[in-house]
């Protein structure tokens, strides 16, 4: 399985199939991910190659340990090794085929932003040519 960074400098390749993705709500991973939970998976270090890129890469550390890795170029968080194992960290937005994986876990829950607990009730856009204007008269 392949996958890359949205400007495409970081390149990775995960050897193996990745059944089994998981969602953190906490409030660390919603800052570096400016989205409402952060999807990603582990792998084995073995199984976890880079193509290209690794220069490209650089890392944020809290005193607290939780690392943050991105490219330098476009923005986008990269894969990183897992402190004290052998596991990479591995977004799976990155990644271009997930057909069999699917979220097994969601973390943190009782730390999800509070907007989130109601998206089961909102309108769903397809993004197709009326997208636009739909969302425009929701707003």
Same mark, same amino acid.
């Given at each position: 399985?392949?996958?890359?960074?949205?400007?495409?400098? *970081?390149? &990775? #390749?995960? #050897?193996?199939?990745?059944?089994?993705l998981?969602q953190?709500?906490?409030?660390?991973?919603?800052?570096?991910?400016?989205?409402?939970?952060?999807?990603?998976? &582990?792998?084995?270090?073995h199984?976890?190659?880079?193509?290209?890129g #690794?220069?490209?890469i650089?890392?944020?550390?809290?005193?607290?340990? &939780?690392?943050?890795?991105?490219?330098?170029?476009?923005?986008?968080?990269?894969?990183?090794?897992?402190?004290?194992?052998?596991?990479?960290?591995?977004?799976?937005?990155l990644?271009?085929?997930?057909?069999?994986?699917?979220?097994s876990?969601? @973390?943190h829950?009782?730390?999800?932003?509070?907007?989130?607990?109601?998206?089961?009730?909102? *309108?769903?856009?397809?993004?197709?040519?009326?997208?636009? #204007?739909? @969302?425009?008269k @929701?707003?």
């Amino acid at each position: 399985m392949n996958g890359d960074c949205l400007c495409g400098e *970081v390149k &990775f #390749e995960i #050897e193996g199939e990745i059944r089994n993705l998981y969602q953190c709500h906490c409030s660390l991973c919603r800052r570096a991910t400016g989205a409402a939970a952060n999807t990603a998976t &582990f792998v084995p270090g073995h199984s976890f190659r880079w193509v290209s890129g #690794e220069s490209e890469i650089r890392s944020f550390q809290k005193p607290s340990g &939780f690392r943050s890795d991105i490219c330098s170029n476009c923005g986008s968080p990269v894969p990183n090794k897992l402190r004290g194992t052998d596991l990479v960290w591995v977004p799976a937005g990155l990644l271009d085929e997930l057909i069999e994986s699917r979220i097994s876990a969601h @973390l943190h829950v009782n730390s999800a932003a509070p907007w989130e607990q109601d998206s089961e009730r909102c *309108v769903r856009l397809d993004g197709g040519p009326d997208s636009l #204007e739909s @969302l425009n008269k @929701l707003l």
